[in-house]
């Protein structure tokens, strides 16, 4: 029951990934589309991730959006404030920080919405530790280091994706 | 000259002066980290409102644009962070100001250990 609709969910968003795509209006061709995305579907059934359907977790979701993008904003102004400069005032280093999520998927977006934000860059990552370049160390100890980086972005992908 | 128009062209403005300033940055920058910072980020917000100033131009691509302002979004920090880590693991050190380095730290324990 689950994988049905699994398949059902993929099948609608690659059909509507077309439609968009494409700003078709013939139905012929969408009902070849939408078989073609029923096949793909089902080959791929097992790698298939289960639609969230939770309310709270969908307001968040566009929630986190609409912050992640205002982040970027702020943080492409500082970055481009730095440049124009006639002294660079930078104060780089690669810190640590600790994540509290669980999932491989949560930690990636986590990772690339750290590497989104200017003056933050995600290395590497081992485990539950990730490894930072920043552009202006004011902190170089673990726990402040993650207060500062990580944890509005944790606030949100807590609940979306654990 | 219709008003959105002179919008979309104020957004594509805008985002073509975040490109300018991603390009200064390459420029200025004293090692390859924080060309990277200014280089491949500052550019991510440049492409993503001229592409936007682009869509409210012409409204009717405004759904293509979208899609190609997700896959931007998703790709681009992908890209940075496998450079910076390749970088890394080849060697590259950090420029002279730089405070810390806790990865070549890691990876020095690492290999005492073994």
Known sequence: ?162 | MEWYRIVGSIVTLIGSIFLFLGALGVFRMPDLYNRMQAGTKATTLGTILTLLGIGICHYEWLGQILIIIMFIALTNPISSHALARAAHFRGIPLTKGSVADKLKEKEATEVEVD
């Not at chain 1, 509507?16 to 589309?33: E, R, V």
């Not at chain 1, 959006?65 to 481009?80: C, G, H, T, Y």
């Open chain 1, 1 to 162: 029951m689950d994988k049905i609709l699994k398949i059902m969910f993929s099948t609608i968003m690659f059909t509507l990934f077309y439609f968009i795509w494409t700003g078709t209006k013939d139905i012929n061709n969408l009902l070849i589309m939408f078989a073609l995305s029923l096949i793909v579907s089902i080959i791929f059934r097992n790698h298939l991730r289960s639609p969230i359907f939770s309310p709270k977790k969908i307001v968040y979701s566009l929630w986190y959006v609409i912050f992640l993008f205002i982040e970027i904003i702020k943080a492409n102004i500082d970055v481009a404030f730095r440049v124009i400069k006639p002294v660079i005032r930078i104060n780089p280093g690669i810190v640590t920080v600790k994540t509290k999520l669980k999932t491989a998927m949560g930690r990636m977006i986590l990772a690339n919405s750290i590497t989104l934000t200017p003056g933050t860059l995600t290395v590497d990552i081992k485990e539950d530790t990730l490894y930072i370049h920043w552009i202006d160390v004011t902190n170089m100890d673990e726990k402040a280091a993650t207060e500062k980086i990580v944890a509005s972005f944790e606030k949100y992908l807590e609940v979306i994706f654990d």
